[in-house]
């Protein structure tokens, strides 16, 4: 088998029995890679993929953006989670019981050629990291039934423990990284010398305000998150002005505010929460040169969205901070805790606050400025 990529299809031919392992940094789109594999050879061979992080209807609409279709069985892992019913044969009813996963993979690797895994880091994230013990016996399995498993991983801050292990048990490695580089266009000044002490060069981005001035000038930070986490709430509350394309409640296009602040005006565009938005997600997003993202503090079960929507928000290796939303709710999590469920990395800000009363809003702008700053916008 092939794996469908250009250059390494003409080195590399996937025998059967083994793992291949896209190993994704989380600030590129690697996902379609794996569904390149699989549109590569869903004819020649019976395939299945088992998705964890969308549902199937959003995969379809995925593959149809490329110009593939969805030939191919899709074991929902995703519907379950969310409270829906599901139109799939195949359904795991509560994929966050690593158990009636594993089931499900196993079943599917006895039944396929080719076994398309989005993502590991998905399960992870909902099973914990005692999932990747059965990664082992996919391999074994896969090994009896000739068959071949290719995998989506998205390679957070897990467990060096974990890690290992998905390098160990894999067969073949494709690593999917970022280049970090960005285009500017528009006006922007620096400091070129000093000559009494050392200096870090960065350029800043600009705008001339009338009245008022010189203003660092942030041309896009974008607002997204899960759906109901408050990200419209928390545009408004950070704008000097601010509209929103609301219906019954609920975003239906964008939010966009404009800030005034500490010497920055800065255009804040929000997103929808629900899924069926995310097209237009990605267009919210170009060129955006930071994220906020916004969550319920108490919604847990919904922490793997919002990092499906940060994983297609960053793809370019933008900065980043987490709004741990609706802290005045009982039952909030703290920010070490979601950092904990959430697998980010340490120096990922994660501020506490509650937008429907303003608090923490700033802190959010804050610690995202500083970010912008030091990375040298
Ligand atoms: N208790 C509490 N409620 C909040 C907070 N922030 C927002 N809300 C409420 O949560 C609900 C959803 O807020 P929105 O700002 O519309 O959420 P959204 O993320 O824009 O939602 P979508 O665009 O539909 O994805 C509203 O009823 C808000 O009043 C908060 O900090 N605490
Ligand atoms: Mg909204």
């Not at 219906?247 to 800030?259: E, F, K, M, W, Y």
């Not at 070490?336 to 340490?346: D, G, Q, S, T, V």
């Not at 804050?366 to 916008?377: C, H, P, R, S, Y």
Request: proline share 5%.
């Amino acid at each position: 088998m092939k794996l469908g990529i250009p250059v390494i299809d003409e080195i590399l031919e996937i025998p059967s029995g083994k793992v291949v392992t896209y190993y994704v940094d989380p600030e590129v789109e690697g996902e379609v890679f794996l569904m390149q594999t699989l549109h590569e050879n869903s004819e020649r061979y019976k395939c299945v993929l088992v998705t964890t992080s969308m549902s199937p209807m959003v995969v379809r609409n995925r593959f149809k953006e490329f110009g593939w279709d969805v030939n191919f069985p899709i074991v929902d892992a995703y519907s379950g989670l969310v409270g829906d019913i599901s139109d799939e044969k195949y359904f795991v009813k509560d994929p966050s019981n690593a158990e009636e996963l594993n089931k499900a993979i196993e079943n599917a690797i006895e039944e396929n050629d080719l076994v398309a895994i989005n993502s590991l880091s998905t399960m992870i994230d909902l099973c914990g990291e005692e999932i990747v013990k059965y990664f082992k016996s996919w391999r074994d399995l896969a090994i009896v039934n000739d068959s071949i498993l290719v995998i989506n991983f998205v390679a957070w801050p897990y467990d060096e423990r974990v890690i290992n292990t998905v390098i160990a048990h894999s067969n073949v490695i494709v690593n999917v990284g970022g280049i970090h580089h960005r285009v500017i266009l528009g006006q922007y000044y620096g400091l070129v010398k000093v000559d009494w002490t050392d200096f870090k060069r960065k350029s800043i981005l600009f705008k001339v305000v009338k009245p008022g001035g010189i203003r660092a000038y942030i041309p896009k930070i974008l607002v997204t998150g899960p759906y109901n986490a408050g990200k419209s709430t928390f545009v408004h509350a950070i704008s000097t002005k601010a509209v929103s394309v609301d219906r019954l409640g609920t975003t239906v296009a964008l939010d966009h505010g404009h800030v005034e602040y500490k010497g920055f005006t800065i255009d804040v565009f929000g997103t929808p929460g629900q899924e069926r938005f995310d097209p237009i997600l990605k267009i919210l997003g170009e060129e955006a040169m930071g994220v906020i993202v916004v969550i319920d503090s108490t919604k847990p079960e919904d922490f793997p969205r919002a990092k499906e929507m940060l994983e297609k928000t960053t793809k370019f290796g933008l900065p980043y901070v987490i709004a741990a939303n609706k802290q005045d709710l009982p039952n909030a999590l703290h920010p070490e805790e979601i950092r904990k469920m959430m697998n980010l990395p340490a120096d990922i800000p994660i501020i506490p606050t509650v937008a429907s009363k303003g608090e923490g809003v700033y802190d959010v702008l804050d610690a995202l400025l500083k970010i912008l700053m030091e990375v040298g916008v």
